[in-house]
């Protein structure tokens, strides 16, 4: 082993305070004071708690499995699967540690870290006799660069704080949660992407009879500070530092909550995370607060940002920019633009349609059903203009047993962090007030933690006959939800006409 050295490489030791066995969630067994023995064995490491005394009483656990969190500065908890083997006992649920002092919990968490490093991810033999894999199934399918910039950027309080100061946001999870106290008290809640630990405290207000919040972030730190200076709930909160996907809690849900939510709903795809955590986590028939998502999609008609994207490939346009001619790229940089989705807030009067929907119910879907979305689009125009783009925005709903709340990102009510999204064409299409849009939004998830977006709205033949006509006009667009072009705009009373002329810098001709 190249971690451990010598004599440490077969056996390491530490005195602990108490080690507390966790063997129901009513009542503990306690080994006090004890030792905690790392050991190998044939090439399989494990880890034993027994009594200073020598005495048949202990506790062994499978380094496999076992995870290491940290309750406090000197109290840890030890989780792994096991079963009972005679007179030992495979530890399949947790237990507490106590520590003399912090310098030995981080000894001990050192140390923890690296017999598992040198027993299972260098792929030394486990007792199953496979070798342990040390990526999980959320590192299969994200890419590394990706994942490190998620973690980094909801581990800094800044971005928390704007996610707080939302108060349309914040507002409706409490008065969910609030309101339906009787689905929170004496239960156990999963708060899945703690963050910053509020919606744990939420649930812990409610009456929560233990909450585990799992944040990957270092944002879990901070989290247990939070939750340490509020004293009357914190002590039914445990933060665990992990992803969902790897974790282990000694205790099913009776209701998960979270966050899940990114731009147009399925940004960043934490909704895969959340299902995942139902599955691993949630009793039968458990609560998920949010229940369903809903992602709106209507056409709509802005002629000022229509120039505005398109004048900001006029650079490209010049032929002597320090005697170089950059003509040559501007059509790539004209479709460069147009394939960013807009994100800003939006006077609804813009919509040329009346909405539609489409609904990801989170207490059924499947995991693999969130890689891909393929909507068949179909409106019939309000009035008589050029439409744009598809413009989406999404609402989620807190199904709780006595209330039941909405949270909604629509354009024309109160602006949330999210906004609203419009994906705008390149090429936008003419219609008469009654005339049939018909289309597709076709979304792929890709492993940057986002998804490649594919739109295509087309006019069918108007009037009489058009029962004999077919498509007179499509128009198609191609987007990167991950790059979206951050606008937010408030929302303008745009005076709407039947036949709005664009901005004299774009000349038809150039279209």
């Not at 908890?77 to 006992?89: A, F, L, M, Y």
């Not at 170089?324 to 994100?343: E, N, W």
Request: charge should be negative.
């Amino acid at each position: 082993m190249e971690g451990l050295k010598g004599e440490e490489a077969q056996k390491q030791e530490f005195v602990l305070a108490s080690v507390s066995e966790l063997a129901s969630s009513s009542s503990s067994s306690s080994l006090t004071p004890a030792v905690a023995r790392f050991s190998a064995e044939d090439g399989v490491g494990e880890l034993r708690f027994q009594q200073e005394a020598e005495s048949d009483a202990r506790v062994n656990v499978d380094l496999q499995t076992a995870q290491l969190f940290k309750l406090g500065p000197v109290q840890s908890v030890c989780i792994s699967e096991g079963s009972d083997t005679g007179t030992e006992k495979l530890f399949s649920r947790g237990v507490t540690i106590h520590f003399k002092n912090e310098e030995e919990s981080g000894a001990f968490h050192n140390a923890f870290e690296q017999w598992k490093k040198d027993f299972i991810v260098q792929g030394k033999k486990l007792p199953n006799g496979e070798i342990s894999s040390s990526k999980s199934k959320f590192d299969d399918k994200i890419e590394p660069s990706s994942a490190k910039m998620y973690f980094h950027y909801y581990g800094q309080l800044l971005h928390q704080q704007n996610m707080l100061q939302d108060y349309v946001r914040t507002g409706t999870y409490y008065a969910a949660v609030i309101e339906n106290r009787v689905d929170f008290t004496g239960r156990v809640v999963v708060d899945v992407g703690a963050g910053s630990g509020i919606l744990s405290l939420f649930a812990a207000q409610a009456g929560a009879k233990h909450v585990y919040a799992v944040e990957a972030s270092e944002m879990a730190e901070y989290a247990r500070k939070l939750i340490a200076g509020n004293p009357s709930l914190g002590q039914r909160i445990t933060v665990i530092k992990g992803k969902v996907e790897e974790v282990e809690l000694p205790e099913k849900a009776d209701i998960l909550i979270s966050e899940p939510m990114g731009t147009l709903l399925i940004n960043e795809r934490m909704l895969e995370t959340y299902v995942i955590a139902r599955d691993r986590f949630l009793q039968p028939n458990g609560k998920m607060f949010p229940t369903l998502g809903r992602i709106h999609m209507a056409p709509f008609s802005d002629e000022y940002l229509f120039v505005e994207i398109a004048n900001k490939a006029l650079f490209w346009q010049q032929q002597n920019y320090y005697g170089v001619d950059l003509q040559p790229l501007y059509a790539s940089a004209f479709q460069g633009y147009f394939s960013q989705p807009v994100v800003d807030a939006f006077d609804p009067r813009l919509l040329v349609a009346p909405s539609m929907s489409h609904v990801i119910d989170f207490t059924k879907i499947n995991e693999e059903d969130l890689y891909e979305f393929d909507i068949p689009l179909r409106f019939v125009a309000a009035v008589g203009t050029r439409v744009h783009g598809l413009a989406c925005w999404f609402d989620v709903l807190f199904d709780g047993s006595t209330v039941q709340r909405w949270l909604t990102t629509a354009p024309g009510a109160p602006t949330t962090h999210w906004y609203q999204l419009r994906c705008v064409l390149s090429q936008p299409i003419y219609v008469m007030a009654g005339q049939e849009i018909t289309g597709r939004l076709h979304m792929i998830a890709h492993n940057a933690q986002s998804y490649t977006i594919y739109l295509t709205l087309a006019a069918k033949m108007w009037g009489p006959g058009a029962e004999q006509g077919g498509i007179i006009q499509e128009s198609s667009c191609k987007l990167d939800l991950k790059e979206p072009y951050y606008r937010m705009s408030q929302p303008q009373a745009y005076t709407i006409t039947q036949d709005q002329q664009p901005h004299q810098q774009i000349q038809a001709q150039d279209l």
